[in-house]
């Protein structure tokens, strides 16, 4: 299929103000996880979606591909949603949204939520295998999957729940089924569409999770489960500071 990687970036981020602007190794973020996304050759294009001038500004002037959107997007989807129905995105087959705040976002994170559209699935992303201490972060998202692949749910809340704490064999089983989501996803074109024409559900309202919103509607959506260790996405300035220490190692490291 014919893939188009969009970036969705929005100035207005509270926790670190004017995040797509703010510099990693000298460039701004947003162009980092672009310049990263580019390099996997997972996609025919790769562009920034942005509400605002300054940012689009800034990601050309740094050679990236940006696109302006509406400024009224209620989440990254619908923003994403926009730049498929564009003009010259209406041959892409395939529909590929990496958080503009993760630079670090793994190419088999990547690959595998591509890898999951086809018959069974119209939409695609991916976890990886984590430790039950993020069973007790609510600003993690967990899922749990069943036998064939498929999300069954995505919460901030501990799943799988852990029922008999002091049972060894029960805590060996919640061991191998702790995945903590990660924020790629990928749709067919028809899927995205579909997606951003639903309501919003109230489970979506209360998790504060918008995939949450296909999946209430009875949608499949595949989840590639890989291996850790994970490195987080850029949040807070502190989360910034420990990005900028670890870039140079990790920039040497093969999309």
Not at 110 to 127: E, K, P, Y
Not at 180 to 192: E, F, P, S
Request: aromatic share 6%; with cysteine; hydrophobic share 45%.
């Amino acid at each position: 299929m014919k893939t188009l990687a969009v970036i969705p970036a929005r100035l207005g981020a509270t926790r670190l103000p004017r995040k797509p602007l703010r510099l990693l190794a000298g460039r701004p973020l947003v162009v980092r996880v672009w310049e990263r996304v580019s390099a996997m050759n997972v996609a025919d294009r790769c562009v920034i979606a942005t509400d605002s001038e300054e940012v689009a500004a800034a990601a050309r002037a740094n050679g990236a591909d940006a696109v302006l959107t509406s400024s009224d997007h209620p989440s990254g989807t619908d923003r994403v949603a926009e730049v498929s129905r564009g003009r010259e995105f209406k041959s892409f087959d395939a529909i590929l949204n990496v958080q503009g705040d993760e630079p670090f976002i793994s190419a088999e994170a990547v690959r595998g939520a591509l890898g999951m559209l086809g018959a069974t699935f119209h939409i695609g992303t991916a976890a990886v295998q984590a430790t039950p201490a993020i069973l007790d972060e609510p600003s993690v998202v967990k899922v749990v999957t069943a036998d064939d692949g498929r999300a069954l749910y995505f919460s901030r809340a501990a799943i799988p729940f852990l029922r008999e704490p002091k049972d060894p064999a029960d805590d060996q089983l919640l061991r191998q089924r702790v995945c903590q989501h990660i924020g790629v996803y990928c749709y067919t074109r028809d899927a995205l569409a579909k997606w951003v024409a639903l309501p919003p559900h109230p489970l979506e309202r209360i998790e504060r999770l918008e995939q949450l919103r296909p999946l209430a509607a009875g949608w499949a959506i595949g989840v590639a489960v890989i291996a850790g260790p994970l490195r987080r996405g850029i949040d807070t300035e502190n989360d910034l500071a420990r990005a900028n220490s670890e870039w140079t190692i990790f920039s040497g490291e093969p999309a």
